[in-house]
């Protein structure tokens, strides 16, 4: 049976710490209900924290990596996928994960808001951003959704998996 993959998005240089520690807490309910986490891969930021949460309750990790290594790779990542695309990639994160949480705001986690709505993928707003929360609710309010905190995170990451909408 398919594993289902949530791709927790956020930014890499100068997260905000809440942000961090919302992605730590994301990452550990998320390996708890047995999901694979997904994350840009890197040592750094919202995706170092999810993918340590997710580590420290044993869940499995996948990173994309914008580089064609694994230098600066999270120590958390268990399965490293190098693309050697940059940001490129973020277009194969949101295209493997069924479920995309976007842990903060930076360019390049609207990047991947931007893709996964393009794709029709439902997309979780984690942060304190109103403006960034109204601006994608408008683009596709069908396919976002605003939570307050992970626990509400996963928990409308948990009805769109049961209702397969």
């Not at 600066?72 to 693309?83: L, N, Q």
């Not at 050697?84 to 990047?111: E, F, K, P, Q, Y």
């Amino acid at each position: 049976m398919r594993k289902i993959v949530i791709g927790v998005m956020g930014p890499g240089a100068n997260p905000l710490p809440e942000d961090c520690k919302n992605a730590w807490e994301l990452g550990k309910l998320i390996a708890q209900k047995g999901w694979v986490l997904l994350t840009g891969g890197r040592d750094e930021g919202v995706m170092d924290a999810a993918s340590k949460g997710a580590k420290s309750a044993g869940g499995l990790v996948v990173g994309i990596l914008p580089t064609a290594d694994t230098r600066g790779m999270s120590e958390a990542v268990d399965i490293a996928i190098a693309t050697a695309m940059g940001s490129a990639r973020n277009n194969i994160n949101v295209l493997s994960s069924d479920v995309v949480i976007a842990c903060g705001i930076s360019a390049g986690t609207t990047s991947e808001i931007a893709l996964a709505l393009v794709a029709k993928k439902k997309v979780i707003l984690l942060n304190n951003h109103p403006e960034s929360q109204v601006f994608f609710k408008k683009l596709s309010e069908e396919n976002v959704f605003v939570a307050q905190t992970p626990l509400e995170a996963i928990a409308i990451t948990s009805k769109l998996i049961s209702t397969g909408k």
